[in-house]
């Protein structure tokens, strides 16, 4: 249904002709691409948004199986992720006003702070089990640090489709080693221990959100 649903709103496109690309502007559109992966303000908001697409897959990856090594239920690990979703959604919906009121900057440092608080907080299980406010503030930290990280690759218009472009390969990136990284480490000492690779690197991320402030 889902698929069926997808393909009919793919045909409702408005349909646009296509436009030849020239030779030039092929080379230029290589060169900024290039340019892209050498600048250090752009790799340093790549880092920024990896932190969240990591944290992200650990999530969806991890959370339910540690749960369920921790003793809860297959049902009630799979609410619980479902919860840290629906904070997700939630703060998506609201996350326009919060930008507005206190900046793009801000609003990427304490995602980034209240994400690792939500991981350090689903660590610490064995000591203070509340593992569901945890993910509250997981799913809360989570929601909207990497749109805003792409929103920072857009400052300058010339250069934002190469920006977005390298951003957009460092999701892929993620994708591929998040799961085999935190599986290795988890193997090794334990999956909580390895959700420790998320929260320093989200705390990475604060240390460094000041990129993220508009290109002047």
């Known amino acids: 249904t889902v698929g069926l649903a997808a393909a009919a709103a793919a045909a409702a496109l408005p349909r646009h002709p296509r436009e030849d690309v020239s030779a030039e502007t092929k080379r230029r559109n290589r060169e900024q691409y290039l340019r892209a992966w050498r600048e250090p303000r752009t790799l340093t908001?790549?880092?920024?948004?990896?932190?969240?697409?990591m944290a992200e897959w650990s999530a969806n990856t991890w959370v339910p199986i540690a749960l369920t090594d921790s003793g809860f239920s297959e049902a009630a690990?799979?609410?619980?992720?479902?919860?840290?979703?629906?904070?997700?959604?939630v703060m998506r919906l609201i996350g326009g006003v919060v930008v507005d009121t206190i900046g793009r900057w801000y609003t990427i440092l304490a995602s980034a702070l209240v994400t690792a608080a939500g991981i350090a907080l689903f660590m610490a299980v064995d000591y203070v089990s509340l593992p569901y406010l945890a993910l509250v503030l997981w799913g809360v930290g989570l929601a909207i640090g990497f749109p805003m990280s792409v929103s920072a690759m857009g400052d300058e218009p010339d250069m934002a489709p190469a920006r977005i472009n390298m951003i957009v390969t460092v999701v892929y990136i993620a994708s591929m080693t998040v799961g085999p990284a935190l599986?290795?480490?988890?193997?090794?000492?334990?999956?909580?221990?390895?959700?420790s690779i998320p929260l320093v690197v989200l705390l990475v991320a604060a240390a460094l959100s000041k990129a993220t402030k508009p290109a002047v």
Do not use: H, N
């Open 183 to 195: 599986g290795t480490v988890g193997q090794a000492l334990g999956i909580y221990v390895a959700f």
């Open 77 to 89: 690990a799979a609410s619980a992720l479902s919860l840290l979703w629906v904070m997700v959604t």
């Open 45 to 53: 908001i790549a880092l920024v948004g990896f932190s969240f697409i």
